[in-house]
């Protein structure tokens, strides 16, 4: 992992949109099986200010179904889709750790980069492959192997 697991909680909300503390990577393993709040979702979706239309591409589910969970406050994810937004939360802790400023991280999910063979980060999202591409990519960057 490239984020800990506490700098992932945070882009979720922390512990007050999660609701319970996250210190490692296990706590994630429960919170999958058990469900992860709709809520946190939310704030990722307020990070990466995607649309729903978006948003439920991310997640493999219809537009439809997406708002409704948005709706249901109560609505916990769970296994994929809770997978999902911890990795996409992943890319986002990483991504404002290098970047150091959300609209600069943003700018560049939205470029196309020769070291991703010319598409964008945001377009390889959708896939735990396509995520690790571009989390391998910040190390990268991060480490100044790529600029």
């Known amino acids: 992992m490239v984020a800990t697991a506490q700098q992932v909680s945070q882009v979720m909300g922390g512990e007050d949109t ?12 429960i919170i999958v099986n058990n469900g992860l709040p709709v809520q946190a979702l ?11 239309r978006d948003m439920s591409k991310l997640l493999s ?13 109560d609505v916990l994810l769970k296994g994929d889709e809770a997978e999902k937004t911890i990795g996409l939360s992943e890319v986002v802790a990483k991504g404002l750790n290098v970047f150091e400023d959300e609209d600069d991280f943003r700018i560049w999910l ?12 945001r377009s390889l999202l959708h896939s735990t492959l396509g995520r ?4 391998d990519l910040l190390v ?3 480490h100044g192997l790529y600029s």
């Open 18 to 29: 999660i609701g319970q503390v996250v210190t490692n990577w296990f706590d994630w393993l």
């Open 42 to 52: 939310r704030m990722v979706q307020g990070h990466l200010q995607f649309s729903n």
């Open 61 to 73: 589910v219809s537009e439809s179904t997406y708002q409704r969970r948005l709706k249901t406050p």
């Open 110 to 121: 939205n470029s196309s980069l020769s070291a991703l063979g010319g598409q964008t980060p």
């Open 132 to 135: 690790q591409q571009v989390l």
């Open 140 to 142: 990268r960057i991060e």
